[in-house]
């Protein structure tokens, strides 16, 4: 209990700035006290605004109150040091390995608690009481405790570094300011620091400005989050209702069909029992009148003969049996065929429709809600400008790479290349190291003959001759082929062709998210090549196929 009173009794006798025991205790206008070289040291910082305020309530003065001792918690603070608590505070005070320590202590060094620019040291409390009372160091600058004094020491001259060389932006002494930096534009640090301090509070204001759209924004993002979650899951369930709908609605047709087949089976076995029987029917009046034939065949009286054969050889109306065929039927066959082409169509649909519905679930952007909309300018394509080089291990043994990687040039004569599994070893063609996401844009200067500029996956085949390893073949790659005379747009062995402006550069812009891949003319304006819209599932790498020997492709330095 008596320490928890002795820690209460500290605390109502320091001073809230420097946390310690009031030292020349003052107090202003509003009621509060501290330290008399704490509460001036906080003023002198506002001398600049001319208004000065309580560090605790923040009341505010427009005129600098003039500070007297409070003689009531002077004694009171000796008291206390009596009692014992100051001692066990200083132990609380002594320099340890991470504090500064006090220039002038000898022994157990206490913690520095100000340093002087003037005087380039570092002094505890006691030590520190001249600054205060001798008028000698009342024009010395004391700040917070500082191991970095040393720095404030010009190397040269072992002067203290009051100048500043805008020049060379350093910090330099008086000589310096004459010798090695004379005519340069030099100021006082006061000056610079002033001017820095009028730069930095335009920065602290930007930035407060952007912390508070940058909150703003958060709060827009939390509630894009909530409505994302909601849309999401609404169109899951809407999705599985539709579905759903779509199963049921199979599983009728699939009942009804059933329905139909088993009532046609009854029906046509029912005709077929019913002539049967009708058939069955006959045979014993057929046996009978066999009968009656063979008797009156074996009579010997020819008169009773011909009287008698008119009554037994009449025979009744046979049954209708000309449906009967003995060749192989086909009976619900046709119906297994119809129903395998309504599943080979709804398969076609679904096919078609599900690349559509894919599409529509990745066009679903938050962020980038303008994603789809490319850059008006050059300057605005030039904001995703990229840096691309080559992968000489992609390079066919005809091509030359140079200008670091970022040119290509097909040679007539073949180049030693160590084996790599990357080489294309069927056509003059090399792609890029980088791999291409997002939206980026590049430019190529081409020279020569034909080349095709281009973008392909990483899989795309590279040996051999066939149209998997050829740029533009196959579904891997997309390529624009340009000659001195026309353009065409080459995907999966198809060609399209291209009409605009010739010009040697060429700008390739490609948002991969958005599945968007554009060919731009480049001269002192850009014009719309080609543009493909598609889905990418894979990064892409730039590639480049030269046709002719002399041909070049540099991929241009944008930035």
Same mark, same amino acid.
């Given at each position: 209990m008596a320490q928890q009173g002795a820690q209460l009794d500290r605390e109502n006798f320091c001073c809230s700035i420097c946390l310690d025991l009031l030292k020349h205790p003052v107090t202003i206008p509003c009621?509060?006290? =501290?330290?008399?070289?704490?509460?001036?040291?906080? %003023?002198?910082?506002?001398?600049?605004?001319?208004? =000065?305020?309580? @560090?605790?309530?923040?009341?505010?003065?427009?005129?600098? @109150?003039?500070?007297?001792?409070?003689?009531?918690?002077?004694?009171l603070v000796e008291q206390l040091?009596?009692?014992?608590?100051?001692?066990?505070?200083?132990?609380?005070?002594?320099?340890? @390995?991470?504090?500064?320590?006090?220039?002038?202590?000898?022994?157990?060094?206490?913690?520095?608690?100000?340093?002087?620019l003037v005087c380039l040291a570092s002094y505890c409390e006691n030590h520190l009481q001249p600054h205060y009372e001798s008028p000698t160091f009342k024009k010395h600058k004391l700040v917070d405790p500082s191991e970095k004094l040393q720095e404030n020491i010009c190397s040269h001259h072992d002067e203290v570094m009051k100048m500043f060389c805008r020049t060379d932006q350093q910090c330099i002494c008086y000589i310096c300011s004459v010798d090695e930096h004379k005519g340069h534009d030099t100021v006082s640090v006061a000056?610079?620091?002033?001017?820095?301090?009028?730069?930095? $509070?335009?920065?602290?204001?930007?930035?407060?400005?952007?912390?508070?759209?940058?909150?703003?924004?958060v709060k827009l993002l939390q509630q894009e989050v909530v409505a994302v979650s909601l849309s999401a899951d609404k169109a899951v369930e809407d999705s599985e209702k539709i579905f759903t709908e779509l199963i049921r609605l199979i599983q009728k047709r699939s009942s009804d069909v059933k329905q139909q087949i088993r009532s046609q089976q009854e029906t046509e076995v029912s005709r077929v029992k019913e002539l049967q029987e009708k058939l069955q029917q006959e045979i014993p009046e057929l046996k009978r009148k066999d009968?009656?034939?063979?008797?009156?065949?074996?009579? $010997?009286?020819?008169?009773?003969?011909?009287?008698? =054969? @008119?009554?037994?050889s009449q025979l009744s109306e046979p049954t209708d049996s000309s449906s009967i065929d003995i060749r192989p039927l086909r009976y619900f066959e046709d119906v297994t065929a119809a129903v395998s082409e309504l599943r080979d169509k709804l398969q076609d649909i679904m096919t078609e429709e599900w690349t559509n519905i894919s599409l529509t679930v990745t066009e679903v952007d938050v962020l980038l809600s303008n994603s789809k909309t490319e850059p008006k300018t050059r300057d605005g394509f030039l904001q995703y400008s990229c840096e691309i080089t080559l992968d000489p291990n992609t390079a066919y043994i005809k091509l030359l790479l140079s200008e670091g990687n970022r040119k290509v040039e097909r040679r007539r004569q073949k180049r030693w290349y160590s084996y790599h599994p990357d080489r294309f070893t069927g056509y003059d063609q090399v792609l890029s190291? $980088?791999?291409?996401? &997002?939206?980026?844009? %590049?430019?190529?200067? %081409?020279?020569?003959?034909?080349?095709?500029?281009?973008?392909?996956?990483?899989?795309?085949?590279?040996? &051999?001759?066939?149209?998997?390893c050829l740029l533009g073949y196959n579904d891997k790659s997309w390529a624009l082929r340009c000659d001195t005379n026309s353009y065409t747009f080459w995907f999966n062995n198809i060609s399209t062709p291209v009409s605009g402006p010739r010009s040697s550069r060429l700008g390739v812009y490609l948002d991969h998210r958005a599945g968007i891949l554009s060919f731009y003319s480049v001269s002192e304006t850009m014009t719309l090549l080609h543009r493909v819209q598609t889905t990418f599932t894979q990064p892409l790498y730039a590639g480049v196929w030269l046709i002719h020997d002399g041909a070049t492709a540099e991929f241009c330095k944008l930035k």
């Amino acid at each position: 209990m008596a320490q928890q009173g002795a820690q209460l009794d500290r605390e109502n006798f320091c001073c809230s700035i420097c946390l310690d025991l009031l030292k020349h205790p003052v107090t202003i206008p509003c009621g509060h006290s =501290y330290c008399m070289s704490c509460i001036n040291n906080f %003023w002198d910082g506002e001398d600049d605004k001319k208004i =000065y305020s309580c @560090p605790q309530c923040r009341q505010t003065f427009t005129l600098r @109150p003039v500070l007297m001792k409070n003689t009531m918690f002077a004694a009171l603070v000796e008291q206390l040091k009596k009692t014992g608590l100051q001692a066990a505070a200083t132990d609380l005070c002594y320099a340890g @390995p991470e504090d500064v320590a006090c220039d002038v202590c000898t022994g157990r060094k206490l913690k520095a608690f100000k340093s002087c620019l003037v005087c380039l040291a570092s002094y505890c409390e006691n030590h520190l009481q001249p600054h205060y009372e001798s008028p000698t160091f009342k024009k010395h600058k004391l700040v917070d405790p500082s191991e970095k004094l040393q720095e404030n020491i010009c190397s040269h001259h072992d002067e203290v570094m009051k100048m500043f060389c805008r020049t060379d932006q350093q910090c330099i002494c008086y000589i310096c300011s004459v010798d090695e930096h004379k005519g340069h534009d030099t100021v006082s640090v006061a000056a610079e620091r002033t001017e820095r301090q009028r730069e930095l $509070e335009v920065s602290q204001l930007n930035i407060q400005q952007r912390i508070q759209h940058r909150q703003k924004d958060v709060k827009l993002l939390q509630q894009e989050v909530v409505a994302v979650s909601l849309s999401a899951d609404k169109a899951v369930e809407d999705s599985e209702k539709i579905f759903t709908e779509l199963i049921r609605l199979i599983q009728k047709r699939s009942s009804d069909v059933k329905q139909q087949i088993r009532s046609q089976q009854e029906t046509e076995v029912s005709r077929v029992k019913e002539l049967q029987e009708k058939l069955q029917q006959e045979i014993p009046e057929l046996k009978r009148k066999d009968a009656e034939l063979k008797k009156l065949s074996h009579t $010997e009286d020819h008169n009773q003969f011909l009287h008698n =054969y @008119p009554s037994v050889s009449q025979l009744s109306e046979p049954t209708d049996s000309s449906s009967i065929d003995i060749r192989p039927l086909r009976y619900f066959e046709d119906v297994t065929a119809a129903v395998s082409e309504l599943r080979d169509k709804l398969q076609d649909i679904m096919t078609e429709e599900w690349t559509n519905i894919s599409l529509t679930v990745t066009e679903v952007d938050v962020l980038l809600s303008n994603s789809k909309t490319e850059p008006k300018t050059r300057d605005g394509f030039l904001q995703y400008s990229c840096e691309i080089t080559l992968d000489p291990n992609t390079a066919y043994i005809k091509l030359l790479l140079s200008e670091g990687n970022r040119k290509v040039e097909r040679r007539r004569q073949k180049r030693w290349y160590s084996y790599h599994p990357d080489r294309f070893t069927g056509y003059d063609q090399v792609l890029s190291r $980088e791999s291409l996401t &997002g939206r980026c844009y %590049w430019e190529v200067e %081409w020279r020569g003959g034909i080349v095709r500029i281009a973008v392909a996956y990483k899989n795309i085949n590279r040996q &051999g001759s066939s149209n998997e390893c050829l740029l533009g073949y196959n579904d891997k790659s997309w390529a624009l082929r340009c000659d001195t005379n026309s353009y065409t747009f080459w995907f999966n062995n198809i060609s399209t062709p291209v009409s605009g402006p010739r010009s040697s550069r060429l700008g390739v812009y490609l948002d991969h998210r958005a599945g968007i891949l554009s060919f731009y003319s480049v001269s002192e304006t850009m014009t719309l090549l080609h543009r493909v819209q598609t889905t990418f599932t894979q990064p892409l790498y730039a590639g480049v196929w030269l046709i002719h020997d002399g041909a070049t492709a540099e991929f241009c330095k944008l930035k």
